[in-house]
């Protein structure tokens, strides 16, 4: 059974460069430009991985993360956070997000960061 992948990025360009190159790779991938209903989305799409965009209309991908993982039902789901405003090695600890991607970054960091998490 093929892993599942849910983007969420308000770029549509960014989804359509990531989904593509994560259905290379034989994962299933969903993509939302948006965080509305973000909740009864993962629970009926029942991702294994989430991408999250810092930088969104409305909210950002660290209160969307927050609130993923204190969900009973969606706190086990590993979360990385896209974002243009983190350093390489930052302490990352206060995200809540099992890892972070800088923006811009290789389609090969995307591909190992996610084979990390979703393949251990």
Partial sequence: MQKR???????QDILDIMQEALAYQEYEVKVALNSNNMINLILDYQPDLIILDYHLTGRN????????????????????ICSAYVN??????????????????GLEELIEKVNNLILG
């Fill in 5 to 11: 992948i849910l983007l969420l990025d308000d770029n």
């Fill in 88 to 105: 390489k090695g930052e302490n990352l600890s206060a995200w809540v997000c099992d890892d972070v991607i800088a923006k811009p970054f």
């Fill in 61 to 80: 991908g660290y209160e969307i993360c927050r609130q993923l993982k204190t969900h009973p039902q969606l706190g086990h789901i590993p979360v990385i």
